[in-house]
Antibody
Framework: EVQLVESGGGLVQPGGSLRLSCAVSGFTFSSSSMFWVRQAPGKGLEWVSYISSSSSVIYYADSVKGRFTISRDNAKNSLFLQMNSVRDEDTALYYC???????????????WGKGTTVTVS | VLTRPPSVSVAPGQTARITCGAN??????VHWYQQKPGQAPILVVY???GRPSGIPERFSGSNSGNTATLTISRVEAGDEADYYCQVWDSSTNHVVFGGGTKLTVL
């Protein structure tokens, strides 16, 4: 069974740092590109970052560029999001998601974790 | 920017159509997600009209002109959810989500 399990969320003060993790199982992680997507309370989905399978291609949303860093450890089947200089507006449920394997040339998410909550206050 | 109706209401057994608009969106590939309260999103349509394994045939997608459409036939109470369209902006290398449409089953 394909599983993505996020962890590392919690309460952090403005200007502080937090490191989110996403442990995956049930598929070949090293062959899959991954995303982080967040959802503020009562709001819609907001894309945060993308990383290719080999970490050679990385993209960030403008709202987090320069503050967040995405990375992965293919040997440990894990995805990470280092969040620095956090702001009130970073408060959200953070999901990790796999790039769709049905059409690997397209950027979409076919499997999502349940998310981890980050509260900046 | 992807435009969409904030809400759509439909009676059980009827057809729901949820739209996602942008200038010449037909030149993009559009994907759709369903999110029920308290749950993570799930992919219901990929690349305009593809249906992932496990998604009922009642869910279908189309993309033409300035509008992409998610069509849900024979709507059931369990289809009540927020639905999001999504594209890839190749000019900025950004994922873009629509604001979400709340489907209410009357």
């Amino acid at each position: 069974e394909v599983q993505l399990v996020e962890s590392g969320g919690g309460l952090v003060q403005p200007g502080g740092s937090l490191r989110l993790s996403c442990a995956v199982s049930g598929f070949t992680f090293s062959s899959s590109s991954m995303f982080w997507v967040r959802q503020a309370p009562g709001k819609g989905l907001e894309w945060v970052s993308y990383i290719s399978s080999s970490s050679s291609v990385i993209y960030y949303a403008d709202s987090v560029k320069g503050r967040f860093t995405i990375s992965r450890d293919n040997a440990k089947n894990s995805l990470f999001l280092q969040m620095n200089s956090v702001r009130d507006e970073d408060t959200a449920l953070y999901y990790c998601a796999r790039q769709g394997i049905q059409n690997p040339t397209r950027y979409y998410m076919d499997v999502w974790g349940k998310g981890t909550t980050v509260t900046v206050s | 920017v992807l435009t969409r109706p904030p809400s759509v209401s439909v009676a059980p057994g009827q057809t729901a159509r949820i739209t996602c608009g942008a200038n010449n969106i037909a030149s993009e590939t559009v994907h759709w997600y369903q999110q029920k309260p308290g749950q993570a999103p799930i992919l219901v349509v990929y690349v305009n009209s593809g249906r992932p394994s496990g998604i009922p045939e009642r869910f279908s997608g189309s993309n033409s002109g300035n509008t992409a459409t998610l069509t849900i036939s024979r709507v059931e109470a369990g289809d009540e959810a927020d639905y999001y369209c999504q594209v890839w902006d190749s000019s900025t290398n950004h994922v873009v989500f629509g604001g979400g449409t709340k489907l209410t089953v009357l």
